[in-house]
């Protein structure tokens, strides 16, 4: 028997757009969860970031042109690792406002109280060279923008246009913090550059 009348030209058209952000979304997972990884430095909120994030891009922008996909969202993305970071730290300045043996009028350091995430567990760190390692470490120093730039540009390809769109900036901003990263990134890095 013949299926293929059954279908009509626009379930035929949703089909195919569910294929093709299907496998947009396929396509960038694996660079989205190590941007996020990179950002919160921890694997288990880096996963629910991306996920999160692949959600609410879908929700919003699954009716967009194609050739737009990729700057929105990393901006999605972005948008969600900076209410993370936000969240956490809130956490944090609550948490130490009811530590016990704390004086409420006594500063206190969140990220003292706040579990060591920089340290990755055995098994993520059997598959990581040193070179890698260092490279994540400096990369997760510079400063959130720059960060941005430095993966948009050269982790994901991004032109500067897209990665402006991305970062909800402007051309000459992506331009200078991405210069900016690179240099941070070749100092901290001199004895691994080649």
Not at 15 to 33: H, K, S, T, Y
Not at 68 to 97: G, K
Request: charged residues 30%; contains cysteine.
């Amino acid at each position: 028997m013949d299926y293929d009348g059954l279908v009509s030209a626009p379930e035929d058209r949703k089909l195919n757009e569910r294929a093709a952000m299907g496998r947009f979304l396929a396509d960038v997972e694996r660079r989205a969860l190590r941007m996020a990884d990179i950002a919160v430095r921890n694997n288990e909120d880096a996963l629910d970031i991306v996920q999160d994030a692949m959600l609410r891009f879908v929700r919003r922008y699954a009716t967009r042109p194609e050739g737009e996909w990729p700057p929105l969202f990393f901006r999605v993305l972005r948008n969600r690792i900076i209410d993370h970071q936000r969240s956490r730290t809130v956490r944090n300045r609550v948490i130490a406002w009811f530590m016990p043996g704390q004086e409420r009028d006594e500063p206190s350091d969140p990220g003292a109280i706040a579990p060591d995430r920089a340290t990755p567990n055995p098994e993520e760190q059997a598959g990581i060279d040193e070179a890698m390692e260092r490279l994540e470490q400096a990369v997760g120093a510079l400063p959130e923008r720059q960060r941005q730039a430095f993966l948009l540009r050269a982790m994901e390809g991004l032109d500067v246009a897209a990665t402006a769109v991305a970062m909800n900036c402007s051309d000459g901003s992506v331009k200078q913090h991405y210069y900016r990263a690179v240099r941070s990134l070749r100092a901290a890095l001199k004895e691994h550059w080649s």
